[in-house]
Every structure is written in C-alpha cells, then in structure tokens.
Nanobody
Framework: QLQASGAGLVQPGGSLRLSCAAS????????VGWYRQAPGKQRELVAQ???????NYADSVKGRVTISRDNAKNTVYLQMNSLKPEDTAVYSC?????????????WGQGTQVTVSS
C-alpha cells in the first residue's frame, strides 16, 4: 500500500515536502498522482509522474510544485514552495503498485496541509 506523510502548518510563502511511500510488501510502483481536496471542494489532481519520471502539473501549482521519485526507495515526493492559503487541503497519493503477484491501484491516506499566518 501507499502511505502519504508530511502534514504540516506553514505560513504563506513557506515550503513543505510530502512523501508517498510504498509499504514493505510492495515491489514496485508505476505512475503516481498527488491529489488534494479542500473543504467543500472536489478532489483535484495536483501533479503526476510516470514510472520514467515524466511529470505534469495542474495549472494552479505550476512553477511552485515539483513531483519527483526515488525508485530505489519506492517513494514519490511532492515539493511545494511559495505556498498559498488556497493550497490548504488534504493531500493524498494514488498509484499502481505491484506486490509481487499482481498490480493494483492503491490510495495513500490523506495528509493535511494548512497554509495560514
């Protein structure tokens, strides 16, 4: 399974790095996406990265967010800079994982990001 971490409270303009790590039972992860959901809003895709490292971003975070991965650690990161109050949301990751016998889609539990002064 995927496990998201890195929750925090930061001031506007601050930075935060989220991690999406595969549990020990996972051999490999494929494409992974980071999503967020703010109160009263629909969940939206923030960024996604392929197994080869190609990334794309939502327009709202372009230039401020970088998604990356460490395949040796089966971990995907979301580096967020110049954070704004509107970035406040629960962030979760989703990806295709291989447990040695099958591929399946896994959701990591949400991690809260709050941007406030």
């Amino acid at each position: 399974q995927l496990q998201a971490s890195g929750a925090g409270l930061v001031q506007p303009g601050g930075s935060l790095r989220l991690s999406c790590a595969a549990s020990g039972s996972i051999f490999k992860i494929n494409a992974v996406g980071w999503y967020r959901q703010a109160p009263g809003k629909q969940r939206e895709l923030v960024a996604q990265i392929t197994s080869g490292g190609s990334a794309n971003y939502a327009d709202s975070v372009k230039g401020r967010v970088t998604i990356s991965r460490d395949n040796a650690k089966n971990t995907v990161y979301l580096q967020m800079n110049s954070l704004k109050p509107e970035d406040t949301a629960v962030y979760s990751c989703n990806g295709a994982v291989f447990d040695g016998s099958r591929w399946y889609v896994s959701w990591g539990q949400g991690t809260q990001v709050t941007v406030s002064s």
